[in-house]
């Protein structure tokens, strides 16, 4: 079976090979590479001297290039590009058996209306998009991406309503669950388990918080801090801040300004590798603090490095992990109820090592082994069935 991909990435092209800066690019290529005869995967590309963190492929046929657009309202001032995106996709249409799509997206719509209802379509959901815009943008922003988001569910709803829909979590699955009757969810996991670690048994002596992702607005980083210094009233501990993003200079002036600095310790951007998996190691717990979230990758990692979780709860989070069981919850919002958490735990070191033992047992059904394969399978019976 051929695949055809499509991902919002900026892939970038140095010396004729390609590579990535998302981790998600390693799930891909790990199911295409696996389960499939031949793919390509469609993407912006730009030239670069710098090499991108997650290296993709070196053969031309792989990848399919689309004219750069640097978000996608650039598609509302631009139509030429959706007229010189159709002009690529018409032969990538005729030549591939399945089409996995990023969903929403104007080029996935542009796939959608080629492909018709002629061949498999995988429509592929990493997040409650119109949540991250809501927090995201203001005003004519998010009020065109909003309708916009909510035209291109009711367009897949109403003319593909057989599509194959696929989760990242369960907050979308129950979201599409009333309209589409091939509804999954899976997680894009892209942890080994060649990296699983035995459970925890005690923490360090040194307290060691750990945040990784997007230095966004909708990660509620403000938040953390706060609860961090809260925490320090009663027990020392120390927060690593691994990402970048546009809050990132803001955040670190808001620690200088709370007296942080000397317990909140900024890493910058760690590729998803050795560097990052000894920061798992070092650290004691994994903090969560967002508004809106689908199921980040963080929690399968937390898994394999059986990494007791104090997490909003929200989004994906909310249903894939167990209060007192996998995680410790607080609404978002409350540095309070953050800080109190996190104190908890550590004066209850038997559900600190409940947590890591629980974590690390659901690590198996977890893995990129796992997932990929699942995932593959559910494409595969689907278009065996409907086809």
Known sequence: MKIFAYNDFILKKNKGKIYADDSHILFIKATCETYFDEFQLGSRCIETEELGHYFFTEKKEEVLVFPFYSSVSQFFK??????????????????????????????????????????????????????????????????IGKKFTQFLYAYASQFHKNALIVSVGDEMYNYFKPVFQNNFYVSDSIVSEKLQLPARKEFNKDVKLLFVGRLEPEKGLFDLVNAVKLINESISVSLTIVGEGGVGEELKAFVEELDLSHCVKFEGYKAFGESLFEL?????????????????????????????????????????????????????GKPELLAAAVVFLLHNPKVYQRISQNLHNQFSSNSLEYWSGRFASLVKDYASKNF
């Open 78 to 143: 631009k139509p030429s590009l959706l007229s010189r995106s159709k002009d690529l996709l018409k032969s990538a249409v005729g030549h591939f058996d399945v089409f996995w799509l990023t969903w929403p997206h104007p080029i996935s719509f542009l796939v959608l209306m080629l492909v018709g209802r002629k061949k498999p379509v995988v429509l592929f959901v990493r997040q409650n998009l119109e949540a991250l815009i809501h927090v995201r943008y203001s005003g004519v922003n998010r009020f």
């Open 280 to 332: 798992y190691r070092s650290h004691d717990i994994m903090m969560i603090s967002s508004y809106s979230e689908g199921l980040p990758k963080i929690i399968n990692e937390a898994r394999a490095f059986a990494m007791p979780i104090v997490s909003t709860k929200v989004g994906g989070i909310a249903k894939e992990l167990q209060e007192g069981e996998t995680c410790l919850f607080v609404p978002p």
